[in-house]
């Protein structure tokens, strides 16, 4: 069975809260004991550095966030689970990445363009207090992923553009050096729940608005009180679409208790019982995790050894990987240097799809020859998906071009087109 390597990582800059729980923890923690998974968790300490300089809490929220996972479900023996930190590798790569990445890439960037758009409004000059960490943020998230060569990385969809920078850098690398990366695909987590907050907007420590997902009894009960609701008084019917206590309870409850909710919001429950029903569910299940959680924060060299567990399975696939690396660039012993040309002489040689979005949003793909000449420009597609099932097609059934609606402009023959894919399908079976 053909193993798909999946990639979360999960930024040290706060406390969990029940949406972490909800949309990532619960999910991933499921979806890592399905066969033919290989599951790679790692905390994002890296990443933190760019939105936080507090160190006390950087480690804080290192050691709540491992306990949580562990806490949950989550099985080092299992998955390979790591602090970003301990693997020296990863800002090697970073490195290398960073040689091959267009500056008018990173200027494209969400993050950073929020950031000098937010300066320009406030006339002010557009890099003022944006950090270099913040620009080389892309980056350092594509050597997350391509260090360990991951299939799939699960995002929500504000995250796709990461992604397609992470192919991007992969793509570049390759061309140049052999292909030495897998490119890697956005898994969108739209069929994941987003929960509200105690205000009714999404819960976010942004917001101020998070129910802490490991807190004591008493105190979650008197946070869910807190909830924001209508002023409909017991006996009143109650609507529950719209209603954040009602989307919460739904996080929690099986399809019979929605159903015995959403009657009892119907024959007007008061919202006093109803937050009491939905502190009782929520503590069920959050209970026997919340012992396990103490346990491990109390007693944090547990969660190092199983980090540093985590960092030297994770190095047995990145120390090797990072010495081929550094050799395919030129950082070689000098007793080898008669073996530098023929490799790459032979890749530069082969024409290559890239995939790109463009600024309509959609998806494109083109075929160029090994000097960079246009030979066939896809029309644009919804999805990057959409776009990379035609172009694996055509890496796969070279006769398929004719059965295709493409394409969008050519810059040869059809029958050189169909010459060149057949190269590349005969050259991917060598």
């Given at each position: 069975?053909?193993?798909?390597?999946?990639?979360?990582?999960?930024?040290?800059s706060?406390?969990?809260?029940?949406?972490?729980?909800?949309?990532?923890?619960?999910?991933?923690?499921?979806?890592?004991?399905?066969?033919?998974?290989?599951?790679?968790y790692?905390?994002?300490?890296?990443?933190?550095?760019?939105?936080?300089?507090?160190p006390?809490?950087?480690?804080?929220?290192?050691?709540?966030?491992?306990?949580?996972?562990i806490?949950?479900?989550?099985?080092?023996?299992?998955?390979?689970?790591?602090?970003?930190?301990?693997?020296?590798?990863?800002?090697?790569?970073?490195?290398?990445?960073t040689?091959v990445?267009?500056?008018?890439?990173?200027?494209?960037?969400?993050a950073?363009?929020?950031?000098?758009?937010?300066?320009?409004?406030?006339?002010?000059?557009?890099?003022?207090?944006?950090?270099?960490?913040?620009?080389?943020?892309?980056?350092?998230?594509?050597?997350?992923?391509?260090?360990?060569?991951?299939?799939?990385?699960?995002v929500?969809?504000?995250?796709?553009?990461?992604?397609?920078?992470?192919?991007?850098?992969?793509a570049?690398?390759n061309?140049?050096?052999?292909?030495?990366?897998?490119?890697?695909?956005?898994?969108?987590?739209?069929?994941?729940?987003?929960?509200?907050?105690?205000?009714?907007?999404?819960?976010?420590?942004?917001?101020?608005?998070?129910i802490?997902?490991?807190?004591?009894?008493?105190?979650?009960?008197?946070?869910?009180?807190?909830?924001?609701?209508?002023?409909?008084?017991?006996?009143?019917?109650?609507?529950?679409?719209?209603?954040?206590?009602?989307?919460?309870?739904?996080?929690?409850?099986?399809?019979?208790?929605?159903?015995?909710?959403?009657?009892?919001?119907?024959?007007?429950?008061?919202?006093?019982?109803?937050?009491?029903?939905?502190?009782?569910?929520?503590?069920?299940?959050?209970?026997?995790?919340?012992?396990?959680?103490?346990?491990?924060?109390?007693?944090?060299?547990?969660?190092?050894?199983?980090?540093?567990?985590?960092?030297?399975?994770?190095?047995?696939?990145?120390?090797?990987?990072?010495?081929?690396?550094?050799h395919?660039v030129?950082?070689?012993?000098?007793?080898?240097?008669?073996?530098r040309?023929?490799?790459?002489?032979?890749?530069?040689?082969?024409?290559?799809?890239?995939?790109?979005?463009?600024?309509d949003?959609?998806?494109?793909?083109?075929?160029?020859?090994?000097?960079?000449?246009?030979?066939?420009?896809?029309p644009?597609?919804?999805?990057?998906?959409?776009?990379?099932?035609?172009?694996?097609?055509?890496?796969?059934?070279?006769?398929?071009?004719?059965?295709?609606?493409?394409?969008?402009?050519?810059?040869a023959?059809?029958?050189?087109?169909?010459?060149?894919?057949?190269?590349?399908?005969?050259?991917?079976?060598?």
């Amino acid at each position: 069975m053909k193993t798909t390597r999946v990639l979360t990582g999960i930024t040290t800059s706060g406390t969990p809260h029940l949406g972490n729980y909800v949309g990532a923890i619960r999910p991933a923690i499921a979806a890592c004991r399905a066969a033919g998974v290989e599951s790679f968790y790692f905390l994002a300490d890296y990443h933190a550095l760019i939105k936080v300089d507090d160190p006390a809490r950087i480690q804080g929220s290192t050691l709540e966030i491992a306990a949580t996972w562990i806490a949950c479900g989550l099985d080092p023996e299992r998955v390979t689970f790591y602090r970003q930190s301990d693997i020296p590798e990863i800002p090697e790569l970073t490195w290398f990445l960073t040689c091959v990445c267009g500056k008018g890439l990173l200027n494209r960037a969400h993050a950073y363009k929020a950031a000098v758009d937010k300066n320009t409004e406030a006339q002010q000059d557009p890099d003022t207090d944006v950090t270099a960490g913040l620009f080389m943020y892309p980056v350092l998230m594509a050597a997350d992923i391509l260090m360990f060569n991951a299939h799939q990385v699960p995002v929500g969809r504000d995250q796709i553009q990461h992604i397609e920078m992470a192919r991007d850098l992969a793509a570049g690398f390759n061309h140049r050096y052999g292909d030495h990366f897998v490119l890697p695909e956005a898994q969108i987590e739209d069929h994941v729940a987003t929960l509200p907050g105690l205000d009714g907007r999404k819960m976010s420590k942004s917001y101020d608005n998070t129910i802490p997902l490991f807190a004591p009894t008493e105190q979650l009960q008197k946070i869910i009180a807190g909830i924001k609701t209508d002023s409909r008084a017991p006996g009143e019917p109650k609507d529950t679409e719209g209603s954040a206590l009602f989307q919460i309870y739904q996080a929690f409850a099986s399809p019979a208790e929605c159903d015995a909710m959403r009657q009892a919001f119907a024959q007007g429950i008061s919202w006093a019982d109803a937050k009491h029903r939905l502190f009782e569910l929520i503590n069920q299940e959050i209970s026997p995790l919340r012992a396990s959680y103490q346990e491990l924060m109390a007693h944090p060299e547990q969660l190092e050894a199983l980090l540093q567990a985590g960092a030297a399975k994770a190095r047995a696939i990145a120390t090797p990987a990072m010495s081929r690396l550094r050799h395919a660039v030129g950082l070689r012993d000098l007793r080898t240097q008669a073996s530098r040309s023929p490799a790459k002489t032979t890749k530069a040689a082969l024409p290559s799809f890239k995939q790109y979005r463009e600024a309509d949003g959609k998806f494109y793909f083109k075929l160029v020859d090994a000097a960079g000449k246009l030979l066939l420009q896809s029309p644009g597609y919804v999805s990057p998906q959409e776009a990379g099932k035609v172009v694996k097609k055509l890496q796969q059934q070279p006769q398929a071009f004719t059965g295709l609606e493409l394409p969008a402009a050519l810059g040869a023959s059809l029958d050189e087109v169909r010459q060149v894919l057949q190269q590349l399908h005969d050259a991917a079976d060598q």
